[in-house]
């Protein structure tokens, strides 16, 4: 089975510090892409990356980039956290493009 | 504007009944369609997928949808649910190449 491992299951930090969220997938998959979940707005598409030093701008990239140095990590990275970016963040990873992705369990990042 | 809906926020079954979850999109061509679940504290997991050929699809967990392209609707389906069936379910469009989810169906389950 595809395994996503993403580094934090909770994470608390405070508004200006810089966060990282990790994840990893181990299938070996080309494809990756962050998330974030709100009550009553669904999963929206933050950053997603096709290869190895690649990435593109989801539908949400403000406040946020990304890390792709190694194919089967794929870090997200808040420069200056802030409190609305307090959320639960999705990874996951495709063989096949944005078709048939893999989730991890998330992380739920609160910013105070 | 391009969209994917799921109007019913909360559903509420009993065990044993049949379940029926709707979904409906809005883009000029017809998407590719999924379905997925999440329980709680856990990632998403993919039920089914549509992307041509026989509209109804089988999924796992006993799980199946139907397309309808008259209707733009992607609607899931279960005969009986089970207790553990309680989750979120979304159902999600490929237009291009971004995934698009709804905002979600809550479904609870009751002895």
């Known amino acids: 089975d595809v395994k996503v491992t993403q580094s934090s299951r909770y994470l608390v930090k405070r508004t200006g510090e810089k966060v990282f969220l990790e994840c990893v997938q181990d299938?070996?998959?080309?494809?990756m892409f962050w998330y974030r979940q709100d009550p009553g707005l669904g999963l929206r598409l933050i950053y997603f990356s096709y290869d190895v030093k690649m990435k593109e701008k989801g539908d949400i990239p403000e406040g946020y980039s990304v890390s792709r140095e190694k194919k089967e990590r794929f870090s997200l990275i808040l420069e200056s956290a802030s409190t609305n970016q307090t959320s639960m963040y999705l990874c996951?990873?495709?063989?096949?493009?944005?078709?048939?992705?893999?989730f991890g369990d998330g992380t739920r990042l609160s910013i105070l | 504007a391009q969209s994917v809906t799921q109007p019913d926020i909360h559903i509420t079954v009993s065990e044993g009944a049949s379940l029926e979850l709707r979904c409906n999109y809005s883009y000029g061509a017809t998407p590719y369609l999924f379905w997925y679940v999440q329980s709680p504290g856990q990632g998403l997991q993919l039920l089914l997928k549509y992307f041509s050929g026989d509209t109804l699809v089988q999924g796992i967990k006993g799980f199946e949808a139907e397309f309808k392209r008259s209707q733009s609707s992607f609607n899931l389906r279960k005969p009986s649910v089970h207790w553990s069936d309680a989750a979120e379910y979304f159902c999600a469009v490929l237009p291009n190449e971004k995934l698009t989810f709804g905002t979600g169906t809550r479904l609870t389950i009751i002895p």
């Open positions: 299938m070996d998959h080309e494809n």
């Open positions: 996951a990873s495709s063989l096949e493009g944005p078709r048939a992705q893999h």
